[in-house]
């Protein structure tokens, strides 16, 4: 699910940006603003190289390979929501890497003038489910110290 909706969100923000010249104002605070990165989460290790769309992609791929067998191990709904989440957005910018080269952003927060970089649904979903295993774990540690020993 996350995977369609973040290509076909991806698809309807490239051609509605592409007609509004690569801007269109929502809020204060909030706009869509066409975008591609050439590197990971936020721009980082961004590269022109010809080969680092396909080394990211690959990556992408490997760890939603490895997720895949995790997720036909899960135990729980929460773990099996957490891994969903990060495939579907790690294979909706690999995607993006090997068709465009750079992976499509339009979501644009800003404040004063200060952006945050733009992003997309994808994103959105590989932060939920980092979340999400991250409040699972603190959520256990703390279960586990109230067990009598």
């Known amino acids: 699910f996350v995977f369609a909706l973040d290509l076909a969100s991806k698809a309807l923000m490239f051609s509605a940006l592409t007609k509004a010249g690569g ?11 066409l975008g591609f990165n050439h590197g990971v989460s936020f ?32 135990t729980t709904k929460t773990e099996a929501i957490w891994i969903g989440l990060i495939i579907g957005g790690a294979l909706g910018n690999a995607v993006d ?3 465009d080269g750079a992976v499509t952003d339009f979501l644009d927060i800003h404040i004063n003038g200060y952006h945050w970089p733009t992003f997309n649904l ?8 980092v979340a999400i295993i991250i409040f699972d ?13």
């Open 97 to 99: 890497r090997l068709v």
């Open 137 to 149: 774990g603190f959520r256990n540690t703390i279960a586990d110290r109230s067990d009598p020993p």
């Open 122 to 129: 994808a994103d959105v979903a590989i932060v939920i489910g």
């Open 43 to 74: 721009g980082l290790l961004s590269s022109q190289s010809d080969w680092a769309p396909w080394l990211l992609a690959a990556v992408a791929l490997g760890i939603s390979a490895y997720l895949s067998m995790r997720l036909w191990r899960a």
């Open 23 to 33: 801007l269109i104002n929502l809020l204060p605070f909030f706009d869509f603003r």
